[in-house]
């Protein structure tokens, strides 16, 4: 089985803050790599897929990056509504998919 | 608009059984693959179950292999998730969730709202 591990595990950050959350798999995965986002109370929402596209309707201030076994989601410039919990997904041995442990992003 | 509506959530005693369904709307629903993801409390996601459009193949992760069964009815536009021998450890969150187009990379696009199983005496 393929795991995902995020890093770090929690964050703090201030509005405006640039913010990098990595997420690494055990073995390389191309770019099948999807990143979500969750608010408390709330289903997950599909942020960016294939590493770095963009979902449609997603502000341009989120970006992804990266190929093999490393990946980064970046925010350029945190706004109130980004304050969440990410997921990283690995989605090479589809249909079984792998979550990472999750990043929350809290305010400083 | 797309929305996929749970149903069927509730409390249960282990060793029991439920039938959870998700309603599909706004799209073609038998071109599109679908899954169950959970999400125990205070935890992270945990994919549990797949299933082809028109229903012919599905997967099951190994910490439910042999207690649920997923199952499709195209014509009425619902996902059903069927649950035996239910553990407190199945206790979470159950969302259904739509795969996104084929031509791209296998993402998880449109979640349903959730349902909530608690597995309790």
């Known amino acids: 089985d393929i795991q995902m591990t995020q890093s770090p595990s929690s964050l703090s950050a201030s509005v405006g803050d640039r913010v990098t959350i990595t997420c690494r798999a055990s073995?390389?995965?191309?770019?099948?790599l999807n990143w979500y986002q969750q608010k408390p109370g709330k289903a997950p929402k599909l942020l960016i897929y294939a590493a770095s596209t963009l979902q449609s309707g997603v502000p341009s201030r989120f970006g992804g990056s990266g190929s093999g076994t490393d990946f980064t989601l970046t925010i350029s410039s945190l706004q109130p509504e980004d304050f969440a919990t990410y997921y990283c997904q690995q989605s090479y041995t589809s249909p079984l998919c792998t979550f990472g442990q999750g990043t929350k992003l809290e305010i400083k | 608009e797309v929305q996929l509506v749970e149903s069927g959530g509730g409390l249960v005693q282990p060793g029991g059984s439920l039938r959870l369904s998700c309603a599909a709307s706004?799209?073609?629903?038998?071109?599109?693959?679908m899954n169950w993801v959970r999400q125990a409390p205070g935890t992270g996601l945990e994919w549990i179950s797949y299933i082809s459009g028109g229903g012919g193949a599905t997967y099951y992760a190994d910490s439910v292999k042999g207690r649920i069964t997923v199952f499709r009815d195209n014509a009425k536009n619902s996902l059903h998730l069927q649950m035996n021998s239910l553990r407190a450890e199945d206790t979470a969150i159950y969302y259904c969730v739509r795969v996104g187009l084929p031509d791209m990379v296998y993402h998880f696009d449109y979640w349903g709202q959730g349902a909530l199983v608690t597995v309790s005496s």
């Open positions: 073995q390389s995965i191309t770019n099948h």
């Open positions: 706004g799209f073609t629903f038998s071109h599109y693959e």
